[in-house]
T-cell receptor, first 112, second 115 residues
Framework: GDSVTQMEGPVTLSEEAFLTINCTYT??????LFWYVQYPGEGLQLLLK?????DKGSNKGFEATYRKETTSFHLEKGSVQVSDSAVYFC???????????FGRGTSLIVHP | EPEVTQTPSHQVTQMGQEVILRCVPI?????FYWYRQILGQKVEFLVS????????KSEIFDDQFSVERPDGSNFTLKIRSTKLEDSAMYFC?????????????FGPGTRLTVL
């Protein structure tokens, strides 16, 4: 069935390192794709989104490109900070729905 | 900045007991949702609610679950007779609309532990 698959965590990096969190999806049609972030003690917040192939979503230095050919939406950041430590969730919404299907979440830990 | 709030942050209960999880959505939002995440697993949709009615629910949302908007601000999830497998983080969310591109705003979650 349709699903969202993320790399398992935790991902542990030093400050200023390059970040990639992989996300792939399966879906019929052309879904919209999202990354949510959950900081400790807070709710999930929308980080970025892309609604069609080759779109690039970006926010707070994070980027993700909608790759239809590889059904991927990998999250990247060139230089992470300690304050980026959080759990990151990839999600997709298929056409005609408004309910996101989430991945399991990937915990990111950034050390000074 | 407006936010969704949830209480309690952690609820511990005995198997078979009833629990009510509470949420206060953002005040001008009209659509409300509950999700859950069992430890180590995916965030799963439970139910959506609009105009005092359930608009969509998943297979997980069986007769043991119910939702209510008892007043103008609260949105509750009741589990009538909890089971061990109900232990999870429960997230409430709200949105202005229900288009696929419309952002849902999530609360911080309630961790339910069933013993």
């Amino acid at each position: 069935g349709d699903s969202v698959t993320q790399m398992e965590g935790p991902v542990t990096l030093s400050e200023e390192a390059f970040l990639t969190i992989n996300c792939t999806y399966t879906a019929t049609g052309y879904p919209s794709l999202f990354w949510y972030v959950q900081y400790p003690g807070e709710g999930l917040q929308l980080l970025l989104k892309a609604t069609k192939a080759d779109d690039k979503g970006s926010n707070k230095g994070f980027e993700a490109t909608y790759r239809k050919e590889t059904t991927s939406f990998h999250l990247e950041k060139g230089s992470v900070q300690v304050s980026d430590s959080a759990v990151y969730f990839c999600a997709r919404i298929t056409g005609g729905s408004y309910i996101p299907t989430f991945g399991r979440g990937t915990s990111l830990i950034v050390h000074p | 900045e407006p936010e969704v709030t949830q209480t309690p942050s952690h609820q511990v209960t005995q198997m078979g007991q009833e629990v009510i999880l509470r949420c206060v959505p953002i005040s001008n939002h009209l659509y409300f949702y509950w999700y859950r995440q069992i430890l180590g697993q995916k965030v799963e949709f439970l139910v959506s609610f609009y105009n005092n009615e359930i608009s969509e629910k998943s297979e997980i949302f069986d007769d043991q679950f119910s939702v209510e908007r008892p007043d103008g601000s609260n949105f509750t999830l009741k589990i009538r007779s909890t089971k061990l497998e109900d232990s999870a983080m429960y997230f409430c969310a709200s949105s202005e609309e229900t288009s696929g591109n419309n952002e849902q705003f999530f609360g911080p979650g309630t961790r339910l532990t069933v013993l």
